[in-house]
């Protein structure tokens, strides 16, 4: 009874966010006709004002003096979530570490989780080589950047930086920030392995732990379930409204491939994924999955998408908590499927579109960069393109038409980093249900349910 009772919850959540997204989308495409409409009226002062109102960044240098109605209450989403990032991660690793009491256990997960995590690095990398180099044969990378500004805004650092940052040097800093996700992650492996060896002698701070989680697990869930749709709605109208057509036909070539890829991968790499590995349903994976991937469309963010995410696994997937509170915030700092894929179709539209020879080589290396760099990729709205210098810079993809054209990446990115969340959402979630089906704890009765 109570697993039809949350079953029931699930889809009815998963319903408002399928009609949310579909009103999102209808809305922000009729902002965009409207916009489109008054500039060619000669009313650009009239959506100015509208988009003063309603959509500005009220953070940016021109939004000192604007409303951002959309714009404050997506973020205030967004922050809610944030919020409990670094407690609902530690938390949930440290206690997950304390209840797998087989120290082998936990060797064979972690060697079961990174190995599926690869496994599908990998197969995203390969496809997105395959049509980086297809289209770039095909010319269709050849666009004009040269009204672009030259200013590219970011540094390459060396991708190796985020193995060295993984062990903090202060505690209190690596709880302040919600960037270093995978130091929180070492130190709750840390804490939950030392409070396994001391036993009963921190039973108080494991009762504490345990209750912080439970708090955690209630504010998200209220977040999520009351405020979720709305939010999304919001979110997806505000970005299409800002980042319209104008954004999306300098680079057309580059969106559709990098859309395409990522849908198919989405649809199709993890079903097989699933099917192979598992000897499961892949509909069934897919069809309970669908509200955390148009989560993580909405937010962008796999930080955000963390919470739903795990409550999806945990009660509809079948997925034992102690797996999926290990898998699945290591997932979201070090698996970055959907990133490497467009990290890959990125850096050879760049090199194509400045230039440089595109060699089977070069674009081995490249997967190569840009499955490192993807590990230390923040869990955070368009991270992606920004940590996407570092392979720029690794390749030396660094002429002024290779700045040029990474400065038109920045612009049109968005869009694309919405579905790219939802890949890497979706890649946690299948290995999660590997790793506990492997481990012959899967319910599954629950995820056939």
């Known amino acids: 009874m109570k697993q039809k009772k949350q079953n029931s919850a699930a889809n009815k959540l998963a319903i408002q966010m399928a009609i949310a997204l579909v009103l999102g989308l209808i809305a922000g495409a009729g902002c965009i006709l409207i916009r489109e409409q008054m500039m060619a009226n000669g009313q650009a002062d009239l959506w100015n004002t509208i988009n003063s109102v309603l959509f500005q960044d009220i953070t940016a240098e021109d939004g000192a003096n604007a409303f951002g109605i959309f714009y404050i209450l997506g973020q205030l989403f967004i922050k809610a979530l944030q919020l409990v990032i670094v407690p609902m991660v530690f938390t949930s690793i440290t206690l997950a570490m304390c209840t797998i009491s087989d120290t082998r256990k936990l060797g064979r997960i972690s060697y079961k989780t990174i190995k599926y995590f690869l496994i599908t690095s990998f197969a995203g990398l390969i496809v997105a080589g395959i049509v980086g180099m297809s289209v770039y044969h ?112 300098p680079a057309a070539a580059y969106v559709i491939a990098t859309t395409l890829t990522l849908l198919v991968f989405l649809i199709v790499g993890y079903e097989l994924f699933i099917k192979v590995f598992t000897g499961l349903n892949p509909f069934k994976f897919t069809k309970k999955m669908s509200k955390v991937a148009l989560f993580g469309f909405s937010t962008s963010s796999s930080a955000a998408t963390l919470p739903l995410n795990t409550q999806t696994c945990i009660e509809e997937l079948g997925v034992p908590k102690d797996v999926a509170s290990f898998t699945l915030p290591l997932g979201m700092t070090v698996n970055m499927d959907g990133t490497a894929i467009m990290q890959v179709i990125a850096a050879i539209f760049i090199a194509g579109s400045a230039g440089y020879e595109i060699t089977i080589g070069n674009i081995v290396v ?25 392979v720029l810079s690794g390749m030396g993809y660094t002429n002024d038409a290779a700045l040029l054209a990474y400065s038109l990446i920045l612009a049109i990115n968005r869009p694309i980093e919405m579905l790219v969340t939802s890949l890497n959402v979706y890649g946690d979630a299948a290995a999660a249900v590997a790793v506990a089906k492997s481990e012959g704890t899967l319910d599954e009765d629950v995820y056939n349910a």
């Open 138 to 249: 095909f010319g269709l990378f050849d666009v004009e950047v040269s009204n672009l500004s030259a200013s590219a805004g970011s540094t390459g650092t060396n991708p190796l930086l985020v193995v060295v940052n993984a062990i903090p040097s202060n505690i209190i800093g690596a709880f302040a920030d919600n960037g270093a996700v995978l130091s929180i992650v070492f130190l709750a492996v840390a804490f939950g392995l030392s409070m396994h060896k001391l036993g009963d002698k921190v039973t108080v701070l494991k009762k504490f732990m345990e209750e912080i989680n439970d708090i955690v697990t209630v504010i998200l869930s209220f977040v999520i379930t009351k405020f979720g749709p709305a939010a999304i709605f919001v979110l997806l109208t505000r970005t299409f409204a800002v980042y319209g057509i104008e954004h999306l036909k």
């Open 366 to 390: 490249i997967a190569v960069l840009a499955l490192i760099a993807s590990v230390g990729t923040p869990a955070a709205p368009g991270a992606g393109a920004i940590i996407l210098f570092t």
